[in-house]
Each structure stands twice: as C-alpha cells, then as structure tokens.
C-alpha cells in the first residue's frame, strides 16, 4: 500500500523529481478511461503526453531512438497517474501497481521493447516507492493510434475504502 502518513505524498514526491502530470487526453472512441473491478483500477492505454500537450509521435528505431523512446515511456507514464488522479479524485485510494502493458510502435528488427517500456517501470518506482512493483509485459507493434511511440495501459491496486 502507498502509505503516505509516514513519508511523503504522491504529489510530494511528484514534485520533489520535478515532475508534474499532464491533462488527461479524453479517450477516442468507444471506451471509458478506467474501470474499478473489486479493488483493481484498469485504465485505459495512455500516450507520451510532451510538457507542450502535444504526444510523441514516430516509429521507434527510425524516427526515435529506443532512449528517446524510454523518455516517452515515463511521460506515458505520468499520463498514467494523471489518469488514475483524475478517475479516482485523488491518489488516497491508490495501494500500488499491479500490472503494465507497454506497446511500442517500433520498426520491424527493434528489440529493446523492455529496455523502452522500463521508462514508465521505473517512474512508478521512484513514485510509489516498493508500492510501484509491478508484472509487465512489453511488446512491439506495427503501428499505434496517432503513430504514437508508445503504448502502455496498467492496473492499479486500490484500498478498500470506498469500494
């Protein structure tokens, strides 16, 4: 559980890495943000927001390299959070990660998909400390919505306020 009586806040932390969340891009097509199932938070595929609003975009291994790509991975990330702060109204219900999926849009021999997607892991490490732990699965794809670069969707563990 992300215990924040004893040590710093979500936001705390967020703040002291010198990062802030992004707008929640509002979702294209038939689907929600997020579902809560139990105590489990699905949220929907997020994209690279960029400090400017704008997503990342190309194929990685032609127009990104598999290092600017990881950098996308952690925006995609705090998108993620962005996502989960907004469906949730705040980070008090949120107990930890539980899963990722990472897609990366990427050219055909690329292989550094975990090396990519490792950008998003380790922001929910530095953020949500032993609670950001999570199983993942990175892949490699033709093509993303948008040609963004990457793809990722997680599942958060929540308490069981509120539930």
């Known amino acids: 559980m ?27 097509g038939m689907f929600q943000l997020g579902r809560i199932e139990g105590n489990l938070l699905f949220l929907s595929g997020q994209g690279p927001v960029l400090p400017d609003g704008r ?32 469906f949730l109204g705040g980070f008090d219900r949120m107990a930890g990660v539980t899963k990722v999926l990472g897609f990366v849009n990427a050219v055909e021999d690329f292989d550094h998909h975990p090396f990519v997607i490792d950008g998003c892991s380790e922001l929910f ?15 490699g794809v033709a093509s993303l919505p948008g040609q963004i670069t990457v793809e990722i969707e997680a599942i958060f563990r929540l308490t069981d306020a509120n539930l």
């Not at 009586?5 to 294209?28: C, F, N, W, Y």
């Not at 490490?125 to 892949?139: F, Y």
């Open 2 to 28: 992300v215990d924040t009586r004893h040590g710093p806040s979500i936001e705390d932390r967020l703040a002291a890495l010198g990062l802030t969340l992004p707008q929640v891009p509002k979702p294209v």
């Open 55 to 86: 997503l990342a975009t190309g194929k990685v291994g032609r127009d990104a390299t598999a290092e600017e790509a990881r950098i996308h991975a952690m925006r995609t990330g705090l998108a993620l959070l962005a996502a989960a702060r907004q």
């Open 125 to 139: 490490h530095q953020v949500l400390g032993p609670s950001g732990q999570h199983a993942r699965s990175a892949i």
